[in-house]
């Protein structure tokens, strides 16, 4: 089991790419880098790409309320996108699409976060 995390920046927006699979073995590590990238100050907003991610537990989802959380104190605003069919379902499940906002493609997402 393992996940890849590509991350770039666009003006105040950290873009965060999964590949792969977020669950207890991998949650901590992405949270860590995320985590790193965030201290750095420079951004405010969060945009998960869920694209190529193939599977999720709830320790993938707790690290993702984890990392809305953290934005939320920082005053900025999170976004998801590209969700698949079954983790969309775990979304779903969860409630989490309540405080979250999820979009078919990265451009829309961007441009709910001000970034366009």
């Known amino acids: 089991m ?18 792969g699979e977020l669950d207890h073995h991998t949650s901590e590590k992405i949270r860590e880098k995320i985590e790193k990238e965030l201290e750095k ?17 709830s320790s993938g989802l707790g690290m993702i309320l984890g990392r809305y ?21 775990i979304f779903e499940l969860s409630g989490i699409f309540k405080i979250l906002p999820a979009y078919d493609n990265e451009s829309d997402a961007l441009e709910s976060l001000g970034v366009a």
């Open 2 to 19: 393992s996940v890849y995390i590509e991350i770039e920046m666009e003006k105040s927006t950290l873009i965060v790419r999964l590949q």
């Open 41 to 57: 100050g420079i951004a405010k907003n969060l945009l998960l790409n869920l694209e190529k991610l193939t599977f999720m537990d």
């Open 69 to 89: 959380k953290k934005i939320r104190q920082l005053n900025g605003k999170m976004s998801i996108c590209c969700v698949r069919p079954s983790i969309y379902k």
